[in-house]
């Protein structure tokens, strides 16, 4: 078969069929008698094995020792691929996302196109003061997910702290970002999460920490019921007793379940969640105190029975202390 029709069939170019003879990747096997190249099937067949390897991202001099030498064990030379691919493609991504950011920030020239490319280089500078310093820029609009995967990301507390009050400033779609961050594996990532999403206003800021209330980190749960508490979220009551039972940031969740038993709808919860611990924890002094604090932070008129009751406690810590949160 000559040239022309083995380019056809098999998609080289004839340019690349010269090459490859050139190389000695594929040299035909015959010449005519006008001295045309003539390729056998075996020769066409390697061509196939070249263009094959070739689609794997092997180099022509890396193809040609591999099909030059019969013992040729081609793992290591595919995990070196892989290891290739994988910079390639995370090299990619990250130029993928600054393109994206560059148009979300809707530039009208391209000095707006550069001040947003020297924050975001600010944003993934090494230096932490360098970082927050970006976080606090006013020059340029950034868009809410370029913060939020910021967020997500950023160890340091201060920083951090910058970010999502940048974050909260944003508006945007900033909640549906940092929420694929709260089914993240890191249990940093979650909990960077929860906290920027705890400073955001709105349903589905709700909807996102109403869901990490089930999260299988304590930190993660607590940061979700104290943001829900504080925001009259009922969700969050079984959360809060947990907190004050366990002793987790206990002054903290009585004084969020304060504020919620102020809503005549949620009262009766609060405190039927509160007297049961109580009954449950009979034996359990530490608990008991926590939970007759946490009492003090209910409206009088709700607490003022069982602050009677627990005056006459078996428990002389616990009676006392509700004596004198009764001021009799």
Do not use: C, K
Not at 16 to 32: E, F, I, N, S
Not at 107 to 112: C, E, I, M, Y
Not at 147 to 163: C, F, Y
Not at 287 to 296: D, E, G, I
């Amino acid at each position: 078969m000559l040239i022309g029709e083995v380019a056809r069939r098999s998609g080289v170019s004839t340019r690349m069929l010269r090459h490859y003879d050139t190389l000695g990747l594929v040299r035909p096997t015959g010449r005519t008698v006008g001295g045309y190249r003539e390729y056998s099937d075996e020769d066409i067949r390697r061509i196939f094995h070249v263009e094959s390897l070739r689609s794997l991202g092997l180099s022509l001099r890396q193809i040609g020792r591999a099909l030059a030498d019969p013992g040729f064990t081609p793992s290591t030379l595919v995990a070196d691929l892989i290891r290739r691919t994988e910079d390639r493609i995370r090299r990619e991504q990250e130029l993928l996302e600054r393109l994206r950011a560059v148009g979300a920030s809707a530039p009208s020239g391209w000095p707006d196109v550069l001040r947003i490319v020297a924050l975001l280089h600010g944003l993934n500078s090494p230096y932490a003061a360098r970082r927050q310093q970006a976080a606090l820029t006013e020059a340029v609009p950034v868009p809410a997910e370029v913060l939020a995967e910021a967020v997500l990301a950023e160890p340091d507390a201060n920083v951090a702290g910058a970010l999502r009050w940048a974050l909260a400033r944003a508006g945007g779609d900033g909640v549906a970002s940092l929420a694929a961050g709260l089914r993240a594996e890191d249990v940093e990532v979650r909990r960077r999460a929860v906290l920027a999403i705890a400073e955001m206003p709105g349903d589905e800021a709700t909807e996102a920490l109403t869901g990490a209330l089930a999260d299988p980190d304590p930190t993660v749960r607590r940061h979700a019921a104290l943001a829900l508490g504080r925001s009259g979220v009922a969700a969050a009551v079984p959360a809060l007793v947990d907190m004050v039972v366990d002793g987790d940031g206990d002054v903290e969740a009585a004084e969020a379940l304060g504020a919620l038993a102020l809503d005549s709808g949620h009262a009766e919860q609060v405190m039927s969640a509160l007297t049961g611990e109580l009954a449950a924890h009979a034996t359990d002094s530490a608990v008991r105190l926590r939970l007759t604090q946490a009492l003090a932070e209910m409206p009088p008129p709700l607490a003022h029975d069982v602050l009677r009751q627990l005056a006459h406690d078996d428990d002389r810590a616990v009676a006392l202390l509700a004596t004198a949160l009764l001021g009799e």
